[in-house]
Nanobody
Framework: VQLAESGGGTVQIGGSLRLSCVAS????????LVWFPQAPGKGRVGVLC????????YYSERVEGRFTASSDNDKQTTYLQVNNLHTDDTAVYTC????????????????????????WGQGTQVIVST
């Protein structure tokens, strides 16, 4: 069971990147993928969750309108289009997989627990320069 991210790089403020998370070792159907950017010296907080069975995605306020997730189940891949990047988006972006759809409590954003995830990728580095 493995997740592999790619697509990171160095971009200027306002730039864009398309990140990928490829899954192997399990059938990519009834799962959810959460993306975690982790900046140096800071904690890891999920910014979006995508349900692979229907491609529905949920975003934190921090990235709403700038990040877009999609899923191609035939390729066992989720994509993260990141636009209008800010310097505080500089981070290692990691995806993690859990069984079942994203959980969204009434009136809230998506919810997750680290114990939900059975696989984590190694991450891909995004650097936003001035």
């Amino acid at each position: 069971v493995q997740l592999a991210e790619s697509g990171g790089g160095t971009v200027q403020i306002g730039g864009s990147l398309r990140l990928s998370c490829v899954a192997s070792g399990f059938t990519f159907d009834n799962h959810r993928l959460v993306w975690f950017p982790q900046a140096p010296g800071k904690g890891r907080v999920g910014v979006l969750c995508i349900t692979t069975v229907n491609g529905r995605a949920y975003y934190s306020e921090r990235v709403e309108g700038r990040f877009t997730a999609s899923s191609d189940n035939d390729k066992q891949t989720t994509y993260l289009q990141v636009n209008n990047l800010h310097t505080d988006d500089t981070a290692v972006y990691t995806c993690a997989a859990a069984v079942g759809p994203c959980y969204v409590p009434p009136g809230g954003s998506f919810y997750y627990s680290d114990s939900d995830f059975f696989s984590w990728g190694q991450g891909t580095q995004v650097i936003v320069s001035t």
